[in-house]
C-alpha cells in the first residue's frame, strides 16, 4: 500500500480523527489530518469524516461543517467515485452536503444512546463492507443523539431497491427508519454510518469486529 | 433599506417532535387542562441591508433554506419589518 494515504477531516469540534487515524496506522496505512479550512486534498486516496461534534453541532449536527471550505473538495472527491466515510458526526456532515439522502433526527424518546449494539450487514456493495459476508453481524458502539435516520418514502424505497442500506441494527435502538444504522451512495463509494468502527478494532475495547469495516474500506482505497 | 428579519424554524408536520411531546407532558403534569398540540421551534433573528425588500427577502429565505434549516425535516417561516 505505498503511496497509498487517506485524509481524515478535522473540523473545530471533531473529536475521533485520532481513533481513525490510530486503527488505520495499525493496518499500515498513512494518514494526513485535513483541517476544514484547507481546499486541497494533499493527494490522498480516500477520506474519513470523523464522529464528534463539527461547530459544536450549533443549527443542526453537521449544518455548518456542511459549508466549510474544505466541503467543496470533499464533494468533488465523492463525485469522482474514491472512498468517503463519515462516521456519526460524519454521517450527519454527509447528509447534510447532499452527498447521501435523508437526515439524522434526534433519537426517539430523546434519549442519547452511548453502548454496543448489534448489526446486521446488509449490503457489500459499499466501500465500507466490501470483504464482508451479508447477513453478517458485528457488534460495534454507538454514541449519539441524532441517529434516528429518516427520509421521505420514495428515497426510503430507492435506498432498499438499490442495495444501498449497508447497516440495520438488529434491536432498533433510536427509532430510525427500517432500522437503518448506515447508507451508501447509488455507486456505494459514499457511505454513512453511526456506529463507530474504529472504536471497536483492539481486544481491550470489548470488540474487534470494527476492523472488518475499516479492512474494507481500505481494500477500496 | 434596513430590515429586521425574522426566521422561524418548525419541525415539519409528520416530523416526531420529541422535544414538543415531552415539554406536553410536563405541561399536562402541571395539571393545566386542554393544552394540545405543543411544538418546538427556533427563532433566528438578523438585520439585512439591502437594495429593495423583494432582494432581502430572497436572501434571507435563501439563508434560511440553504443553512437555518433542513428541507428533509423541517419548514421556514420568514417575516421581514422595515428597521
Request: charged share 20%; with cysteine; proline share 4%.
Amino acid at each position: 500500500m505505498t503511496g497509498v494515504s487517506v485524509g481524515i477531516l478535522v473540523f473545530p469540534g471533531s473529536n475521533c480523527e485520532y481513533d481513525v487515524a490510530s486503527v488505520l496506522d495499525n493496518l499500515g496505512i498513512k494518514t494526513k489530518f485535513i483541517w476544514h479550512r484547507q481546499t486541497d486534498l494533499d493527494g490522498v486516496s480516500g477520506l474519513v469524516l470523523p464522529g464528534g461534534f463539527a461547530h459544536g453541532d450549533y443549527l443542526r449536527p453537521g449544518a455548518i461543517a456542511r459549508f466549510s471550505p474544505v466541503m467543496t473538495s470533499v464533494v468533488e472527491f465523492a463525485r469522482s467515485g474514491r472512498p468517503v466515510l463519515g462516521i456519526c458526526n460524519g454521517f450527519q456532515i454527509l447528509t447534510e452536503a447532499g452527498l447521501l439522502p435523508g437526515a439524522l433526527q434526534k433519537n426517539a424518546m430523546l434519549k442519547f444512546l452511548c453502548k454496543e449494539v448489534e448489526l446486521e450487514v446488509v449490503s457489500a456493495a459499499s466501500c465500507a463492507t466490501t470483504l464482508i459476508q451479508t447477513g453478517k453481524r458485528l457488534r460495534l458502539p454507538i454514541n449519539h443523539f441524532e441517529g434516528n435516520y429518516t427520509c421521505d418514502s420514495n428515497t426510503l424505497d430507492d435506498l432498499e431497491s438499490n442495495n444501498q442500506v449497508v447497516l440495520r441494527y438488529v434491536e432498533n435502538p433510536n427509532g430510525s427508519m427500517n432500522s437503518i444504522a448506515g447508507i451508501s451512495s447509488k455507486k456505494g463509494n459514499v457511505v454513512g454510518m453511526m456506529p463507530h468502527p474504529e472504536r471497536a478494532c483492539d481486544d481491550l475495547l470489548g470488540s474487534v469486529d470494527g476492523l472488518e469495516i475499516v479492512k474494507s474500506y481500505v481494500a477500496n482505497l | 433599506m434596513k430590515f429586521r428579519a425574522k426566521v422561524q424554524v418548525w419541525l415539519r408536520h409528520g416530523v416526531a417532535d420529541p422535544e414538543g411531546h415531552t415539554v406536553s407532558e410536563a405541561i399536562n403534569a402541571l395539571g393545566y387542562p386542554g393544552v394540545t398540540d405543543v411544538r418546538m421551534g427556533k427563532i433566528v433573528s438578523m438585520t439585512i441591508v439591502a437594495e429593495s425588500r423583494e432582494a432581502a427577502s430572497h436572501r434571507v429565505f435563501e439563508i434560511a433554506t440553504s443553512l437555518l434549516s433542513n428541507p428533509v425535516l423541517e419548514d421556514v417561516i420568514v417575516e421581514l419589518e422595515e428597521a
